[in-house]
């Protein structure tokens, strides 16, 4: 009977042993699927964040001018590498038409300079614009050597006398 009670608690003891096993190891993918819960409430965060930077980009590229788009442009990058969305064809894109606008905006800015006989105004205009240009290999020499002749003309021009 001794050899009985022995191998039934040698039974037992396993039984145990193995139960435990079983429920150490259901355990661990309720741990698992937690983090996985975890993770991916936080890419979801990272995506929305990323495509809220998108579309403050796209804005700042319709609406505002080269400073603040040049930061949206920044933050989206940042944004999408932490998402890992970054697409490096589209960054090459959206900053190749800020510096577009740029251009042109600056442009703009100088004649519109010329036209007000402000030539330290239109200098800085043009400095934009030749700077921006060079970014984007839009720069022409030739282009350039009027701006400035035009600049120079309005420098040498004489300014016109206040009527009394």
């Not at 100088?110 to 036209?115: A, H, K, P, S």
């Amino acid at each position: 009977m001794d050899q009985l009670s022995k191998y039934k608690r040698l039974w037992v003891i396993a039984l145990c042993l193995y139960g435990a096993l079983i429920l150490a190891h259901s355990a661990v993918p309720l741990v698992w699927a937690e983090q996985t819960i975890a993770e991916k409430a936080r890419q979801r965060m990272l995506n929305l964040e990323a495509a809220n930077a998108l579309w403050r980009l796209k804005r700042a590229l319709e609406k505002e001018g080269f400073y603040s788009g040049r930061v949206r442009l920044n933050v989206w990058r940042a944004a999408a590498m932490d998402a890992g969305k970054f697409d490096p064809q589209k960054y090459e894109e959206f900053k190749r038409q800020l510096y577009e606008k740029s251009v042109n905006d600056s442009l703009k800015c100088f004649e519109f300079y010329i036209e007000q006989n402000s030539p330290h105004d239109a200098k800085m205009c043009l400095q934009s614009w030749k700077v921006h240009a060079e970014e984007i290999d839009q720069y022409n020499e030739d282009n350039y050597n009027e701006l400035v002749q035009q600049l120079e003309d309005l420098k040498n021009k004489p300014s016109p006398l206040p009527s009394e």
